[in-house]
């Protein structure tokens, strides 16, 4: 049990480092699968079945798709998007920074955790055991909620971004009103003409 939580943690934290730095979004998109899979055999080695479930069907199922979605529309401008400043040199020391905090965080939490957890006796699925969808809904909607409507506010911020994003990139590419367009409809039947 222990050798398969290894082999699924460095699963985990490799496609998600895939995930940040992939060159196409499609492969992003590819290694969050990869990721969300392995969370979900993780669940499973910790007897939480229906959070497997629940990982599989919506983040992989819902949120991925929603996801294919937005780089669908992103890439369906009719122009190619402009390179920017390369920023990559500046990241390295913030980023640098908050790698260290977050690794001195877990030292931290690892040294004081206790030893040894008791295990929940019962059986699979029924109330006070982990993974239990009485428990589970329990500590979504009391101890969790904040940070559950915050997710859903960010997902719905960013997809109304991303479609009026994509929608002013659509916009450039056409003429903004019929005049236009009959004007260069009879341009090109008084050019057919002439030629």
Do not use: C
Request: aromatic share 10%.
């Amino acid at each position: 049990m222990i050798a398969a939580f290894w082999v699924l943690a460095a699963i985990v934290i490799a496609s998600a480092v895939w995930t940040v730095s992939a060159s196409k979004p499609v492969y992003s998109v590819v290694a969050l699968l990869l990721n969300f899979a392995a969370l979900a055999v993780l669940y499973l080695t910790l007897s939480a079945e229906f959070l497997a479930v629940i990982q599989i069907i919506v983040y992989s199922g819902a949120i991925l798709v929603l996801f294919v979605f937005v780089i669908a529309l992103l890439s369906s401008g009719v122009s190619p998007f402009l390179s920017g400043p390369n920023r990559v040199p500046r990241i390295w020391l913030p980023a640098g920074i908050v790698v260290v905090a977050a690794f001195a965080f877990v030292a931290y939490a690892v040294a004081h955790a206790p030893r040894s957890i008791p295990p929940a006796t019962g059986t699979v699925g029924s109330a006070g055991v982990f993974g239990s969808v009485a428990d589970f809904g329990k500590a979504l909607f009391t101890v969790q909620l904040l940070p559950f409507e915050v997710t859903a506010l960010i997902l719905m911020v960013a997809v109304i971004g991303v479609i009026t994003l994509g929608g002013e990139q659509m916009r450039e590419g056409a003429p903004r009103d019929e005049r236009k367009v009959e004007r260069a409809m009879r341009e090109a039947i008084l050019r057919e003409g002439k030629g």
